[in-house]
């Protein structure tokens, strides 16, 4: 039997929330849309780290970034851990990514063959996937006070014109969008199989879309938070700290706006909607190409955004709007089209089910599963916990979540500990750690946590990285000011 290819397609910063396959009502994803209705969408997956470089380590290599000692937006994690590259690799497969992976350091590959959209100046430090190589984004955090009013962040999510085309510049101008077409467009039936990953920067802020793509969503009953006025002093630890990271307090106002909350949303359903566009372009390629009987087609995101969700933006928390992540996979005729699998999944059970698809053994010790089985009318293990981590910029200390059926419990080491029934309340008001009708399950879930991680190795670990980190990055700001002054 002919091997199938695989297409991987991947956004940043998308909570399954604002797509149609998932219950929105605004219409921005129907491409992707048809694509759940032609295959098997996963309705609770989860990413294992809610900030783009860790989470995209992990997924790659199928293992915790506690593991790979990858923390923070300017972690490299080592070239020996096999990735799901390497397992497509093993098998014969071509493999070439376009776009945005956030390898941080030397090896931009990790695995695959060829890497595109590349116009990249090492002298400015900016990797092909239109982010730094170098250690730019080591802020101190995980036991040290992480620094304060960031502005740019909170900046990035009112509507003030500095940050127009950005994010748009990459995924069009950069030409992580069109290399992507000229590859695939090379593919006729027949050729050789390949792993090919299409990695876009939409819906991922600094918020723009043009104007005739917002218009769309003008007057649609888009899903705009009603925020009550003393949140802020609800906020737990984590939450407390990661405000104080993102933004100057004068931006929470600003962003809280009325009229900025409209803005904010319509443009994020815009980039969301140009994102589909692009990945609705792949899929016609497949059909004109006579591809799709034979190539199975995957997608997901990195994470989440709260995008004003109780006042906060970006992600780092562990609320579903910033850990949960669509899970698509598509293969018609072979998968079981417009099936839903309910139980708990995550990033990592990618490459276990890449090394199913290819016919490889996954690499050992990893604690994913394969997804196929539930794709092809299987059972999962409905009782497996699944965990997020997050040790980076912004907090004090290692926070986990772990995660099991309709209960979520988080810990924040040294700290507080949470618990929240997503069947009575999925919008994660209530915490219920000391409801004694739920000690048993929290409890489960702590011993859980505690048998995979050791928080007091992670926070040791976290730190001294991001020490040595700060001191080289220390090093590269002398060195370029020597160098301008014998300029």
């Known amino acids: 039997m002919e091997r199938p290819n695989v297409l991987f397609i991947m956004s940043d910063s998308l909570s399954p929330h604002y797509m149609g ?9 129907p491409n992707l849309d048809k694509l759940a209705q032609n295959g098997v969408v996963f309705d609770n997956a989860y990413c294992n780290s809610p900030l783009c470089t860790p989470s995209r380590a992990s997924m790659v290599t199928g293992r915790y970034v506690s593991e790979l000692g990858c923390y923070d937006n300017a972690n490299e994690f080592a070239s020996d851990f096999p990735s799901m590259a390497h397992v497509f690799r093993r098998a014969g497969y071509e493999t070439a990514l376009s776009g945005k992976m956030h390898f941080i350091g030397h090896d931009q590959y990790h695995g695959f063959d060829l890497r595109m959209a590349q116009e990249t100046d090492y002298s400015t430090r900016y990797d092909p996937a239109c982010y730094r190589i170098a250690y730019d984004w080591s802020w101190p955090s995980a036991g040290n006070s992480p620094p304060t009013g960031r502005g740019w962040m909170g900046g990035s999510y009112v509507r003030d014109g500095q940050w127009d085309n950005y994010t748009l510049h990459y995924d069009r101008d950069v030409a992580i969008h069109k290399e992507a077409v000229k590859y695939l467009s090379s593919k006729k039936e027949g050729c050789e199989p390949f792993f090919f990953c299409a990695s876009y920067h939409h819906p991922h802020n ?6 005739n793509i917002r218009e769309k969503f003008k007057g649609k009953d888009l899903p705009i938070p009603s925020v009550p006025g003393d949140m802020r002093k609800r906020y737990g630890v984590m939450e407390g700290w990661l405000n104080d990271f993102h933004y100057q307090p004068e931006y929470f106002e600003r962003m809280m706006d009325k009229e900025n909350l409209q803005w904010l949303y319509e443009t994020y359903f815009g980039m969301t909607y140009d994102m589909d566009s692009n990945a609705g372009e792949l899929l016609d390629i497949l059909d004109a190409n006579g591809l799709r009987d034979n190539t199975i087609v995957v997608f997901t995101s990195d994470h ?10 970006q992600k780092r928390v562990f609320y579903e709007r910033a850990v949960r992540v669509p899970m ?4 018609p005729g072979r998968y079981n089209s417009g099936a839903r699998v309910s139980t708990n999944i995550s990033l990592l059970d990618l490459l276990p089910t890449f090394a199913d698809i290819a016919g490889e053994p996954p690499p050992e010790g990893l604690p994913g599963e394969s997804l196929l089985p ?7 293990d409905e009782d497996r916990v699944i965990f997020c981590e997050y040790h980076g910029e912004g907090v004090h200390a290692p926070c986990f979540m772990a995660v099991k059926g309709r ?6 080491h040294g700290h507080e500990e949470l618990l929240y029934d997503l069947g009575k309340d999925p919008e994660e008001f209530e915490n219920i750690i000391t409801d004694a009708g ?3 399950i929290a409890d489960e879930l702590q011993n859980a946590l505690f048998d995979q991680f050791d928080p007091d190795a992670v926070a040791r670990d976290a730190i001294n990285r991001q020490r040595n980190r700060r001191y080289i990055y220390q090093m590269c700001l002398n060195e370029n000011e020597r160098q301008k002054n014998h300029a």
């Open 21 to 29: 396959a998932y219950g929105d009502v605004c219409g921005a994803t």
């Open 206 to 211: 600094p918020f723009y879309i043009p104007e």
């Open 304 to 313: 989440g955004d709260m995008l004003a969700q109780r006042g906060m933006l």
């Open 328 to 331: 698509i996979l598509s293969y």
């Open 374 to 380: 539930a794709a092809t009318g299987g059972q999962m």
């Open 407 to 412: 209960y979520k419990y988080i810990y924040v």
């Open 438 to 440: 739920y000690s048993a």
